[in-house]
T-cell receptor, first 116, second 118 residues
Framework: EAQVTQNPRYLITVTGKKLTVTCSQN?????MSWYRQDPGLGLRQIYY???????DKGDVPEGYKVSRKEKRNFPLILESPSPNQTSLYFC???????????????FGPGTRLTVL | AQKITQTQPGMFVQEKEAVTLDCTYD???????LFWYKQPSSGEMIFLIY??????QNATEGRYSLNFQKARKSANLVISASQLGDSAMYFC???????????????FGRGTQLTVWP
């Protein structure tokens, strides 16, 4: 089954304790992206990647890191989480081939993070 | 820069009635695509419908249709015969090809919370 998986789905942590949210897709997609969703603000892009070893900042990258060592994986790293990073996080992927405009972006199930 | 505007934070509709969720967009690129996603209370993002800027006909997918008015830069989602299960957050998004866009990126609006009542 074609899917994007994220782990963990729920996480409660404390300020300053490093954490990683994993993201993996099995569709051989080149493009992967991380979003955070906050009430009233919609989805804001944190980081994105167009291929292995190619990553770039989105709109709200402060406090986050990413890496893309393999095509299928795109982990999100919070080196020193703070309460303002409490949010719902989505990983997504899509093809960068074929009908570029129409390629659906597939989303993971989301990770609900609370930083105390 | 690309911008998506959803002006209705919340909408209410009675079951079996039709409802229109508004979406306007701003882009200087000529080639773009518009998407609608549904997010139920369980949180997952569900793709509903797509419209390309060069498509001459409005897109339809079952009870969902997209009222695309290119000159007005609007891409409203129409849900016919609403069901209780349609209660969810709905996001409009756009992807563009051109100097103003990052290849592959989707730009999202802030969403509209739809509530369907019996």
């Amino acid at each position: 089954e074609a899917q994007v998986t994220q782990n963990p789905r729920y996480l409660i942590t404390v300020t300053g304790k490093k954490l990683t949210v994993t993201c993996s897709q099995n569709m051989n997609h080149e493009y992967m992206s991380w979003y955070r969703q906050d009430p009233g603000l919609g989805l804001r892009q944190i980081y994105y990647s167009m291929n292995v070893e190619v990553t770039d900042k989105g709109d709200v990258p402060e406090g986050y890191k990413v890496s893309r060592k393999e095509k299928r994986n795109f982990p999100l790293i919070l080196e020193s989480p703070s309460p303002n990073q409490t949010s719902l996080y989505f990983c997504a992927s899509s093809l960068l081939q074929g009908p570029l405009l129409a390629n659906e972006q597939f989303f993971g199930p989301g990770t609900r993070l609370t930083v105390l | 820069a690309q911008k998506i505007t959803q002006t209705q934070p919340g909408m209410f509709v009675q079951e079996k009635e039709a409802v229109t969720l508004d979406c306007t967009y701003d882009t200087s690129d000529q080639s773009y695509g518009l998407f609608w996603y549904k997010q139920p209370s369980s949180g997952e993002m569900i793709f509903l419908i797509y419209q390309g800027s060069y498509d001459e006909q409005n897109a339809t997918e079952g009870r969902y249709s997209l009222n695309f008015q290119k000159a007005r830069k609007s891409a409203n989602l129409v849900i016919s015969a609403s069901q209780l299960g349609d209660s969810a957050m709905y996001f409009c998004a756009m992807r563009a090809l051109g100097r103003g866009s990052t290849l592959g990126r989707l730009y999202f609006g802030r969403g509209t919370q739809l509530t369907v009542w019996p």
